[in-house]
């Protein structure tokens, strides 16, 4: 998705800002700009496709400036194309924008009128061409700004610069992220955190609705045109750790952090087998009232809410029900009273989630329901962690590679702990069912360690999909949501299309379309389900489907003809989809691998989803 990088400093900044935006590209991104203020003149280079290709064409004109605003493109309005991408300039004005600006054709018209030509397709264009206006009867940059900004309907950040301010870099926040980063007689703008980590440490969370002046002494936060403060925060070191290391892919390098990441993850709530007593302490009052929970998620993340709904009802008894962000905000849904609504978000940022949780709480206002929110997230400063009564965080790292991989599995590890911390408060789980289970939490990094040695094991089988069009995957229980998972992860990486199935279904419509071409992972762990799993395995054999199994070691399911076997430790039914996901995540990545594909950033899609 849009990455915004800006800054205003005594050096040239040519390379930070190149550099940023580098380390935007995780995001997702179709092209890339940037645009230096240097002696009175705005110096502008704009490339499709790679940031390498940008930074290619500044190192030919050799562009340098003090004050600059940059920016990867993600296509909303307009093809992605040079004139589309970002910096766009109105006279002595360059504006980068992330997000949309809905009422942007409304405002065309107006400015139309006014005699400025549109030279791109964007929503964004709006906006320089406003400002430019404003500067007509308000000569200064930032009132200028304050101006504009109430015409702008939609969610969107902002950067902006002027020849006229040589030393004054402004942003905005209305609906889509922007931090400051505060360096040493120098300050920067940046949509991610981690763009700026090269130069400081230190960052000021802008809130919605704030406009701030940088210079580069200084940093002032405005709402509505009155100063406020918004504090310095100090940021842990740990999270600089994004760096590929010794692994091919960012992707590869996250599957095989999971260990350490469920590590991290439950001891912040785990004293020996015990739920710690300050774990979620605050929340304790909440959680006695609760009658229901109501899980909103996108992508992954709904996946892993998916899972959560099982062990909720199975665990605690209470009713759950989980929605994909998209729709539950758009469908008036009833709001309870005394329901707990929980967020799943590996970045606290995805606007369709952040929007529902919105909604949810003005609604529950108006009406004088009593609720409560909580937010599962991997990113501390988020907004929807900072929007929510209680959160719960992931302690995954920063995850890279836009298919989702350790953020989900910590993301169930967390959903357990919840679970367990509901069901005690609510005295519904008996403390030996809480021991049982966190003892088996404790093992998870070794038993992922141990399905981890089946890599090239899966490897060698992924050549077998490497020419294929298509691919089933079945699971039952909590293996279902796996199974649509790994039909994700397959389908976002390595482009093969490809479906998950609850295994039971498989009579009332996926069977039609097996035959002898048609690749079907299997996903079997030792439960209750595993016999029925069995006769559904025989329904595709006796169709002539060639069967992936990832089984139990004791579920005697064994190679035979096109029945291709990868054993998987032997886990409880309460760890099994922690467990699974590791090979479906390790068969798409290897099926991408060999299918030559981008396995970080895949075509078209983003990381972060900011946008509708
Ligand atoms: C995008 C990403 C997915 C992610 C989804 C939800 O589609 O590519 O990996 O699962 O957004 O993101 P969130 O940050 O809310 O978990």
């Known amino acids: ?243 590929k290391g010794e692994f091919k892919h960012y992707m590869l390098k996250e599957i095989y952090e999971q260990p350490e990441a469920i590590q991290q993850t439950i001891s912040q709530a785990l004293n020996g087998n015990a739920l710690r007593t300050d774990f979620l302490e605050n929340a304790e009052v909440d959680f006695k009232n609760i009658k229901q929970v109501q899980i909103i998620a996108c992508g992954t993340s709904y996946h892993a809410g998916m899972i959560g709904k099982y062990w909720f009802e199975q665990l605690s008894g209470l009713p759950c029900q989980v929605e994909i962000a998209s729709e539950y905000r758009y469908r008036s849904p009833v709001i309870v009273a005394d329901t707990l609504y929980v967020c799943i978000s590996q970045s606290g940022e995805t606007a369709d989630t952040l929007a529902a949780l919105r909604d949810t709480k003005k609604r529950a206002a108006e009406k004088g329901l009593n609720i409560s929110t909580m937010t599962i997230c991997n990113v501390a400063t988020s907004s929807m962690v900072r929007e929510t009564n209680h959160h719960l965080l992931t302690l995954a790292g920063p995850e890279i590679g836009v298919a989702s991989t350790k953020a989900f599995t910590t993301q169930l590890a967390v959903l357990m702990l919840l679970i367990l911390k509901i069901g005690q408060v609510k005295q519904a789980i008996s403390p030996e069912k809480i021991e049982e289970i966190t003892t088996e939490m404790w093992h998870t990094p070794k038993v992922i360690l141990d399905t981890l040695q089946n890599d090239k094991e899966i490897l060698r089988l992924s050549e077998l999909f490497v020419e294929k069009q298509h691919c089933l995957f079945l699971g039952r229980g909590t293996e279902f949501p796996i199974a649509l998972e790994g039909a994700l992860k397959l389908k976002e990486i390595s482009y093969i299309h490809a479906e998950g199935y609850a295994a039971g279904e498989l009579k009332h419509g996926p069977l039609a379309l097996v035959d002898n071409d048609m690749p079907v992972v299997i996903l079997a762990p030792k439960d209750d389900m595993l016999d029925k799993l069995k006769s559904n395995m025989e329904e595709v054999q006796a169709r002539g489907g060639e069967l992936f199994v990832f089984a139990d070691e004791n579920s005697g399911i064994k190679n035979k003809d096109r029945q291709h076997v990868v054993n998987v430790p032997s886990v409880s039914t309460w760890l099994a989809p922690i467990i699974y996901s590791v090979p479906v995540q390790l068969l798409s990545y290897h099926v991408a691998v060999l299918r030559g594909t981008d396995v970080d950033q895949p075509r078209n899609l983003a990381k972060s989803v900011t946008v509708e």
């Not at 800002?17 to 230096?36: F, M, N, P, T, V």
């Not at 950040?157 to 931090?179: F, K, M, N």
Request: charged share 25%; glycine share 10%.
């Open 1 to 243: 998705m849009c990455g915004i990088v800006g800054g205003v400093a005594e050096r040239s900044i040519t390379n930070i800002l190149i550099e940023g935006l580098k380390r935007l590209e995780y995001r997702g991104y179709d092209s890339a700009g940037l645009a230096l203020v240097d002696h009175g003149q705005i110096l502008r280079e704009r490339r499709v496709g790679k940031v390498a290709n940008l930074e290619q064409a500044v190192e030919e004109s050799a562009i340098v400036g003090s004050l600059g605003i940059a920016h990867t493109r993600w296509a909303t309005h307009g093809k992605p194309t040079e004139n589309n991408a970002h910096p766009h300039i109105s006279g002595r004005v360059a504006v980068v924008h992330n997000g949309i600006i809905e009422n942007y054709q409304e405002l065309k018209d107006d400015l139309e009128a006014l005699g400025y030509n549109f030279t791109s397709q964007t929503d964004t264009e709006v906006v320089a061409h406003l400002v430019h206006e404003a500067l007509k009867s308000t000569p200064d940059l930032l009132k200028a700004v304050e101006q504009v900004v109430p015409q702008l309907k939609g969610a969107y950040a902002l950067g902006i610069v002027d020849t006229e301010y040589p030393d004054e870099l402004i942003a905005v926040r209305e609906g889509s992220p922007l931090v400051i980063g505060v360096g040493i007689g120098e300050n920067f703008i940046s949509s991610d955190q981690l763009a700026l980590l090269p130069v400081t440490n230190r960052f000021i969370y802008l809130e919605e609705g704030d406009i701030a002046r940088l210079t580069r002494e200084t940093i002032e936060v405005f709402v509505n045109g009155q100063p406020v403060e918004r504090p310095i925060k100090e940021l842990d070191a740990t999270i600089s750790n994004a760096t």
